[in-house]
């Protein structure tokens, strides 16, 4: 089993930035790799992006530019930095782990971030 336990939303004005973290425990040795997803009221989840163990990371077009994400393996975090906000990036945002790649079988709480326009 492998928990996930997200921090860092808020409320932000559009054009400012926000960093998001996910802490995992548990068997975290199994992670493959971790993700963002983002879900905003009315919508179906979406992904944001991922990182694998070795750091490769893969984002949405939506995000591409703006988003970064980081993982630090020993402390088994991995972090969302969000720049440039746009009020379309309001949503509930998850951290969820894969123990193969693509198949995100773990998921956190979630964490709410607004942007205001």
């Known amino acids: 089993q492998v928990q996930l336990v997200e921090s860092g939303g808020g409320l932000v004005q559009a054009g400012g930035s926000l960093r998001l973290s996910c802490a995992a425990s548990?068997?975290?040795?199994?992670?493959?790799?971790m993700g963002w997803f983002r879900q905003a009221p009315g919508k179906e989840r979406e992904f944001v992006g991922d990182?694998?163990?070795?750091?490769?990371?893969y984002y949405a077009d939506s995000v591409k530019g703006r988003f970064t994400i980081s993982r630090d393996n020993a402390k088994n975090t991995v972090d969302l930095q969000m720049n440039s906000l746009k009020p379309e990036d309001t949503a509930v945002y998850y951290c969820?782990?894969?123990?193969?790649?693509?198949?995100?079988?773990?998921w956190g709480q979630g964490t709410q971030v607004t942007v205001s326009s």
């Open positions: 990182i694998s163990r070795s750091g490769a990371t």
């Open positions: 548990g068997r975290t040795s199994r992670i493959y790799g």
């Open positions: 969820a782990a894969a123990l193969v790649p693509g198949r995100y079988e773990y």
